[in-house]
């Protein structure tokens, strides 16, 4: 079906990632006339202003909102959304990506919008914790550490994220979790617990690499206390899609679970640091956000697909660098 006439609201987060918007907001207007339909333009001013723009639009009975920017303004547009009959696009422009990634949309603008265009749109499934929404992951442990450690430091981009991930690492314990599943109980000292509804972080690094977010489930990752050596190979685990096998980590599907530690601490939803009390439940809520997506999926492959996605991603940056055309 054509989007001819369609009306969307883009929203561009000035602030995501590490690349300066005054060379994309004029492409994205060029690309947008060519997709002959009927849009505005907003930009957000700070935190929680792009979920006040998508709830706008919903309201407005806009049939599209696009999100330009990161994981955190892409969860502010989808909660915004939730339940309505608005669709999300995503225009990834971030330092993460994971939710753009996960359902393969290119960190591209061409190729990003191209994929709005099909007019494909499936009904994703979110979780919260304790009420909070999340639509990658949401996490307590070692990455909730790091996360307060970026906010705090306000500054982006991956070697950020490693800086501030070796400096946290060395002062780091891992905590004690109980999670209750059902009638089930495990009792955990843990180095980290994320609670997956899509498959990885962002930058493909694969945490649950056989999650979906249309199968009205979480993937509950438990990530066991080890050393230096079993934490490096969880890290190798994580970028060849290897993850399943690594002894250290159990993974539970569920629709819901409790996870209960001794104080409360840090946490983060989408990669964005928030605090949480010692008992938080989580859920999944199935098909409450209309998303496009790609027409077609693609079976996720240990090491191929991994390998796949880094070979895309260094054509698109060969790509970026070289002179654009209209």
């Not at 307590?140 to 070697?159: I, K, Q, T």
């Not at 000292?189 to 977010?213: E, H, M």
Request: hydrophobic content about 40%; charged content about 20%.
């Amino acid at each position: 079906m054509s989007l001819a006439g369609k009306k969307f609201l883009l929203i561009i987060n000035p602030a995501s990632g590490t690349v300066s918007k005054h060379r994309i907001v004029p492409r994205l207007y060029r690309k947008m006339l060519r997709m002959a339909v009927d849009f505005d333009i907003a930009f957000s001013r700070g935190p929680g202003h792009v979920h006040e723009l998508a709830a706008e639009a919903a309201e407005k009975s806009y049939y599209g909102v696009i999100a330009c920017g990161g994981d955190g303004t892409v969860n502010e547009a989808a909660t915004g959304l939730i339940g309505t009959a608005t669709a999300l696009g995503i225009v990834p422009t971030g330092s993460g990506n994971g939710l753009a990634r996960h359902i393969g949309i290119p960190i591209d603008i061409d190729l990003s919008l191209k994929i709005i265009a099909e007019n494909n749109i499936i009904n994703a499934d979110y979780g919260t914790a304790n009420g909070v929404p999340f639509f990658c992951t949401f996490g307590v442990g070692f990455d909730a550490a790091v996360s307060e450690r970026c906010a705090r430091e306000n500054r982006r981009g991956a070697l950020m994220y490693l800086k501030n991930s070796f400096t946290e690492y060395i002062k780091f314990h891992p905590e004690e979790y109980q999670i209750r599943v059902g009638n089930q109980i495990l009792t955990e000292r843990a180095f980290l617990v994320v609670c997956c509804n899509a498959s990885q972080y962002g930058n493909n690094a694969f945490i649950a690499p056989q999650a979906s977010i249309t199968d009205g489930a979480l993937d509950f990752v438990i990530v066991h206390a080890g050393n230096i050596f079993t934490q490096a190979a969880m890290g190798f685990d994580m970028l060849t899609g290897l993850i399943k096998k690594n002894s250290y980590i159990d993974v539970i599907r569920a629709s819901e679970a409790v996870i209960t530690r001794k104080t409360d601490g840090a946490a983060h939803a989408d990669g964005d640091s928030v605090r949480m009390p010692a008992t938080i439940e989580v859920k999944c809520h199935p098909g409450k956000l209309r998303l496009f997506a790609p027409t077609e999926g693609t079976r996720f492959k240990p090491v191929v697909t991994p390998a796949r996605l880094f070979l895309r991603d260094i054509g698109l940056s060969i790509r970026h660098i070289l002179p654009q055309w209209p």
